[in-house]
Each structure stands twice: as structure tokens, then as C-alpha cells.
Nanobody, 120 residues
Framework: QVQLVESGGGLVQPGGSLRLSCAAS????????MGWYRQASGKQRELVAG???????NYADSVKGRFTISRDNANNTVYLQMNKLKPEDTAVYYC??????????????WGQGTQVTVSS
């Protein structure tokens, strides 16, 4: 079992910043990709940003230049620095990690989600 625990969500005014963290734990052999998704009320879950084990990143067009994803491979942790937040960034943000466990079985795990609300 691989568990992901997110933290860092909250309420912020437009133009403000937040930093999300997600720590993976359990029987982890290796983690390939990690990423952040979000789901706004009444909408489908969408990819916000992803990062490979080698550090390659990709972003949704709507967050490019404002959000930065990074990871600490030694601690199986991924971060999302969110700057210049807009009301349309309001959503539940989910962490995702894919890799292999100690028994070489693939896993694709999700965190429980953390609420980000951008409002004045």
C-alpha cells in the first residue's frame, strides 16, 4: 500500500500564493511520475502539473508562468507552488504518484485532496 498525504490548502485572496505539499509513504520501491490534479465544483478532474523522476515538468496552459511543480526524490515528496492565484483556480487539488512497490508491482495512488479557495 502506498499512501499520499497532502497539505497546504486554504483560503487566499486573488493575487496571493499558496504552497501545496504531498508526501508518499508505504512500500515504495520507486516513483516514476508525480503530479497535481484539480477538480472544481461541477467540472471534471484535470491535470495541473506533472513531474518525472528526472525532473521533467509539464503544465496546464491555464497555470503556466504562475505555478511551479517540484519534487524531493529522497523524501518521496512533491510540491506545487501557486502564485498569482485567480478565483478560477478554486478547486480541490489532488496529488498523484505512480511507480512500483517493494514487490515490483505497479501502483497508481491518489491523495485525499485539499481545498484551495481563491476569493476576496
Amino acid at each position: 500500500q502506498v499512501q499520499l498525504v497532502e497539505s497546504g490548502g486554504g483560503l487566499v485572496q486573488p493575487g496571493g500564493s499558496l504552497r501545496l505539499s504531498c508526501a508518499a509513504s508505504g512500500s515504495i520501491k520507486s516513483i516514476y511520475g508525480m503530479g497535481w490534479y484539480r477538480q472544481a465544483s461541477g467540472k471534471q478532474r484535470e491535470l495541473v502539473a506533472g513531474i518525472s523522476s528526472g525532473g521533467s515538468t509539464n503544465y496546464a496552459d491555464s497555470v503556466k508562468g504562475r505555478f511551479t511543480i517540484s519534487r524531493d526524490n529522497a523524501n518521496n515528496t512533491v510540491y506545487l507552488q501557486m502564485n498569482k492565484l485567480k478565483p478560477e483556480d478554486t478547486a480541490v487539488y489532488y496529488c498523484n504518484a505512480a511507480g512500483r512497490n517493494m514487490w515490483q508491482q505497479p501502483f497508481d495512488s491518489w491523495g485525499q485532496g485539499t481545498q484551495v479557495t481563491v476569493s476576496s
